[in-house]
């Protein structure tokens, strides 16, 4: 920590708006004091890398919130790689996930995914578990977590939870976290079968350093004469929430992929995501870049 003068000083000149001196911050050893402190402090924000929660302090939105810094708890960093899949600390960073042997090898668009994020100073500070907590609609880890079908596992002081990754979203910036419920891990298995085809297209303003406009990421196994045995598609950005794309799925999965069948799927998409006019895109342009890289992927261009 600075020194009382050099904060305020740098205080000044980064103009910030967020009190120094104001910020009340928990600083529990290990996981059981973290959820004790937290179930007694249910209105402190869990503190991991700050990347998300930083910006706003800096804003003067969270003067006087206290803050559960996570960062002591060295049981929650780290990814464990079983037979079956990876069991991810949450304080795993996106640096440590894209570089993962066994996620550049069995989940590639996960590694895909955080390797996306920010830039590298980011990706070595923020982690997963902060990523999915702040449960932002441009998240980019979700739809490779979507279409691989993870699990986030929660604790708190009433006990232990475990959500497909889907149900953990509620809405924009909202999860279905309860009050004084951290995520404690999060489990993503391997698929059975390595998928014939498999793509990650993030598309925003560059090509690197930026916010999502659309995240499409989707897994394909084909069968005997070309037959769909399983398409599994998720796009952020789009929704509220990831969407993993239901309608396109049901009307693919068991049929003969033709390209009559493409254009039936990707009139379809209209009914799985909802974009948006905002800040950084539009409806429009969304939906189009959306359908092009759904269109490619069954193709197989
Ligand atoms: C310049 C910049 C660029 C960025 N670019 C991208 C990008 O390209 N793609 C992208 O997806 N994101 C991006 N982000 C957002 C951010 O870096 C990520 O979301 C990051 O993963 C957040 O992790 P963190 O550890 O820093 O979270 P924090 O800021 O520490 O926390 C974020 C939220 O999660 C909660 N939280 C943290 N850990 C837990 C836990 N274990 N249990 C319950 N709640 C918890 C916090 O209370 C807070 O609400 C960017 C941010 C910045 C500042």
Redesign the pocket.
């Known amino acids: 920590m600075f020194p009382k003068e050099h904060s305020l000083r740098f205080a000044q000149l980064g103009g910030m708006r967020g009190d120094p001196f104001g910020m009340k911050v928990l600083r529990p050893a290990g996981p059981a004091e973290a959820v004790r402190l937290y179930s007694q402090n249910p209105e402190a924000?869990?503190?991991?890398?700050?990347?998300?929660?930083?910006?706003a302090w800096n804003s003067g939105r969270l003067n006087s919130r206290t803050m559960l810094d996570?960062s002591r708890l060295k049981e929650?960093r780290g990814i464990e790689a079983t037979q079956d899949g990876v069991r991810i600390g949450?304080?795993a960073t996106?640096c440590e996930i894209e570089s993962h042997p066994a996620i550049l090898k069995r989940l590639p668009l996960l590694a895909e995914a955080c390797s996306?994020?920010?830039?590298v100073q980011?990706r070595h500070?923020?982690?997963?578990?902060?990523?999915?907590?702040?449960a932002?609609p441009?998240?980019?880890?979700f739809p490779a977590l979507a279409v691989y079908e993870a699990f986030v596992h929660t604790v708190s002081q009433e006990g232990r939870r475990s959500l497909p990754i889907l149900e953990l979203f509620a809405g924009v910036k909202k999860t279905a976290?309860k009050p004084g419920?951290?995520?404690?891990r999060i489990d993503v298995r391997f698929p059975a079968e390595p998928p014939d085809r498999q793509v990650l297209r993030k598309v925003g303003s560059r090509q690197a350093?930026?916010?999502?406009k659309t995240v499409g990421a989707g897994l394909l196994w084909l069968g005997r004469g070309g037959v769909v045995l399983e398409l599994r598609f998720a796009f952020g950005s789009v929704a509220p929430t990831v969407k993993r794309l239901k309608a396109v799925e049901a009307a693919v999965n068991g049929r003969k992929l033709t390209a009559e069948l493409i254009e039936r799927a990707c009139a379809l998409l209209a009914e799985d995501i909802s974009p948006i006019d905002d800040i950084r895109s539009t409806r429009q342009y969304r939906m189009v870049v959306s359908r092009n890289i759904l269109r490619a992927f069954l193709a197989g261009a």
């Open positions: 924000l869990p503190l991991a890398g700050g990347t998300d929660l930083m910006v996570l929650w949450p304080l996106h996306s994020v920010g830039a980011i500070r923020g982690t997963i578990g902060g990523n999915i907590a702040n932002s441009a998240g980019d880890s976290l419920e951290l995520i404690e350093q930026t916010l999502s």
